[in-house]
């Protein structure tokens, strides 16, 4: 997981479901396709569940446990 994924997860994990766009503004994303790209791994990992299509700044993203237990592995 990188620093990203894991800065998100940890967004998440505080705030629990929140879109994309208010994922941005709390960790003061600058480049959408990054923001993106790293939702969608999270996604793909099982980490995050997905309320909606993804990709929009509207997709809401909540936090699975296996995403909480990831984060207990991370260094």
Not at 53 to 59: K, M, N
Request: glycine residues 10%.
């Amino acid at each position: 997981m990188d620093a990203l994924e894991e800065r998100l997860l940890r967004e998440l994990r505080r705030g629990g479901q929140l879109t994309a766009d208010d994922l941005a503004n709390r960790i003061q994303a600058r480049h959408w396709v990054e923001l993106s790209t790293a939702l969608s791994q999270l996604a793909s990992k099982g980490y995050v569940t997905v309320i909606g299509p993804l990709g929009r700044a509207s997709t809401r993203y909540k936090v699975h446990p296996q995403g909480v237990a990831a984060l207990g592995r991370a260094p």
